[in-house]
């Protein structure tokens, strides 16, 4: 099986400016959650989405958006980018919905924001 | 709200030396517990998890973690360490539906 891919892997923007970012959970699998890593704050989750409906979401500002797309494809917009959100973005995919199930990570989509 | 808390942020092994990385959680009901290990420019890899049952937890890579209830910890320990175990590890938690990491340990592995 095809891991969890994440488009594009690197990628410049400059502040004020919006970004979005892709991914493709792993054949079957119907769950896909967003996270942030950062030095100073480490891994912080973003939002989880099953089935096309957001089941969680993080403590994160309203300029943090995602959906999911009926194939399970899931994005993750940014609007409005400030230098402080550049950072590894990274997806992963569960076959169920709730994190007490295993995880699958992408390699993540490091933003830099200047 | 469950939390978890890596003490050590950077650890340092010779090759062949025991592996021991702590970690605690805070969790109001039963928690899902997980280790994960990211290489650099990589993802996070599931090393091992503990959800019910037995409480010593065997994953990959020849490591493995006990879950103590009363000690409220799940450290993860590896007999003899290897130059190819060096990398970032990351405890987990999950009890209400998001999952919570803890900081990291940099496992460092001396030739």
């Known amino acids: 099986k095809a891991g969890v891919t994440q488009t594009p892997r690197y990628l410049i923007k400059t502040r004020g400016q919006q970004v979005t970012l892709s991914c493709s959970p792993i054949s079957g699998h119907r769950s896909v959650s967003w996270y942030q890593q950062t030095p100073g704050q480490g891994l912080q989750f973003l939002f989880e989405?099953?089935?096309?409906?957001?089941?969680n979401k993080g403590n994160f500002p309203g300029r943090f958006s995602g959906r999911q797309f009926s194939n399970s494809r899931s994005e993750m917009n940014v609007s409005t980018l400030e230098l402080g959100d550049s950072a590894l973005y990274l997806c992963?995919?569960?076959?169920?919905?709730?994190?007490?199930?295993?995880?699958?990570f992408g390699p993540g989509t490091r933003l830099t924001v200047t | 709200a469950q939390s978890v808390t890596q003490l050590g942020s950077h650890v340092s092994v010779s090759e062949g030396a025991l592996v021991l990385l702590r970690c605690n959680y805070s969790s109001s009901v039963p928690p899902y517990l997980f280790w994960y290990v990211q290489y650099p420019n990589q993802g996070l890899q599931l090393l091992l998890k503990?959800?019910?049952?037995?409480?010593l937890v065997k994953g990959i890579n020849g490591f493995e973690a006990e879950f103590k209830k009363s000690e409220t910890s799940f450290h993860l320990t590896k007999p003899s360490a290897h130059m190819s175990d060096a990398a970032e590890y990351f405890c987990a938690v999950s009890d209400t539906g998001d999952m919570r990491f803890g900081a990291g340990t940099r496992l460092t592995v001396k030739p």
């Open positions: 992963a995919s569960s076959s169920l919905a709730g994190s007490s199930y295993e995880q699958y």
């Open positions: 989405y099953f089935s096309e409906t957001q089941r």
């Open positions: 503990y959800t019910t049952g037995a409480t």
